[in-house]
C-alpha cells in the first residue's frame, strides 16, 4: 500500500505571495492532519480534516487554511507569505478522525517551503 | 496552554547501553500519549502509544514506555540500543479540549546518536 505522499516536496516563495501544498493521503484514509516544523518552534499541529470538513485546529493566523476534498486528499494554503512561514510542512492521514480516535498517524515526508 | 518538554536534545551513546529520554507535560485532562521516531532521511513514523490501562506499553524494536500519571511523565526506554537506533525521538501529547477536540503537542525533539 503506497504511503502518504506530498507535493511539491520542494518550493521557493517570496514574501507576500501564495501557496498551495498538496497532500494523498493512504488508501482508504479519511483523515488528514497539517503541521509545520521548524528549528525554533519544533512541530506543531495547523488543522485535522475529515470528510471533508476541518474538525480541529491549531493556533495559526487565518493566513493558513486548508480543504479536503472528496477523495480524502488535502491542499494547505499559505497565502501572504512572511518570511517567518519557512519550514518543513508534515501531513499525516489516519483511517478516520485520527486525533480524537486514538489511531495510528501516517506521516508523508514533507515539503520544505523557503520563502525569500 | 498545555506544554510538552523533552530534557534531552542531544544523546551519544555506544551501543548495548540503555537509553531512557525524558517527557514530561504539562495538562491536567485526559491525554493521549506518544512517542515518535524519525530515522536519517525517512518519514516520522510511531514508536509506541497509551491511551488507557497498563501503564507500560511496548512499542516497536524493543522500545517501551512508562506513563506516571503524578508526574505527567512519559518517558521512553530500551534495555540495549544498536547503531541503527540513531534518529530523532519526539514525544507528542493529545490533549482533550473541553469542546472534545484533541489538540495534539510535540515536544522538540532529542538526537540520539549510537556509536558503533
Known amino acids: 500500500k503506497a504511503g502518504v505522499t506530498q507535493t511539491p516536496r520542494y518550493l521557493i516563495k517570496t514574501r507576500g505571495q501564495q501557496v498551495t501544498l498538496s497532500c494523498s493521503p493512504i488508501?482508504?484514509?479519511?483523515?488528514v492532519s497539517w503541521y509545520q516544523q521548524t528549528p525554533g518552534q519544533g512541530l506543531q499541529f495547523l488543522f485535522e480534516y475529515f470528510s471533508e470538513t476541518q474538525r480541529n485546529k491549531g493556533n495559526f493566523p487565518g493566513r493558513f487554511s486548508g480543504r479536503q476534498f472528496s477523495n480524502s486528499r488535502s491542499e494547505m494554503n499559505v497565502s501572504t507569505l512572511e518570511l517567518g512561514d519557512s519550514a518543513l510542512y508534515l501531513c499525516?492521514?489516519?483511517?478516520?478522525f485520527g486525533q480524537g480516535a486514538q489511531e495510528t498517524q501516517y506521516f508523508g515526508p514533507g515539503t520544505r517551503l523557503l520563502v525569500l | 496552554a498545555q506544554s510538552v518538554s523533552q530534557h534531552n536534545h542531544h544523546v551519544i551513546l555506544s551501543e548495548a547501553a540503555s537509553l531512557e529520554l525524558g517527557c514530561n507535560y504539562s495538562?491536567?485532562?485526559?491525554?493521549?500519549l506518544f512517542w515518535y521516531v524519525q530515522y536519517p532521511g525517512q518519514h516520522l513514523q510511531l514508536l509506541l502509544k497509551?491511551?488507557?490501562?497498563?501503564?507500560l506499553v511496548k512499542g516497536i524494536k524493543g522500545f517501551e514506555a512508562e506513563f506516571i500519571k503524578s508526574k505527567f511523565s512519559f518517558n521512553l526506554r530500551k534495555p540495549s540500543v544498536q547503531w541503527s537506533d540513531t534518529a530523532e525521538y519526539f514525544c507528542?501529547?493529545?490533549?482533550?479540549?473541553?469542546?472534545?477536540?484533541?489538540?495534539?503537542?510535540f515536544g522538540r525533539g532529542t538526537s540520539l546518536i549510537v556509536h558503533p
Open positions: 497509551y491511551f488507557s490501562g497498563d501503564p
Open positions: 488508501s482508504g484514509h479519511r483523515s
Open positions: 499525516a492521514s489516519s483511517l478516520r
Open positions: 507528542a501529547v493529545n490533549a482533550r479540549r473541553p469542546g472534545g477536540s484533541y489538540i495534539p503537542t
Open positions: 495538562y491536567g485532562g485526559t491525554v493521549n
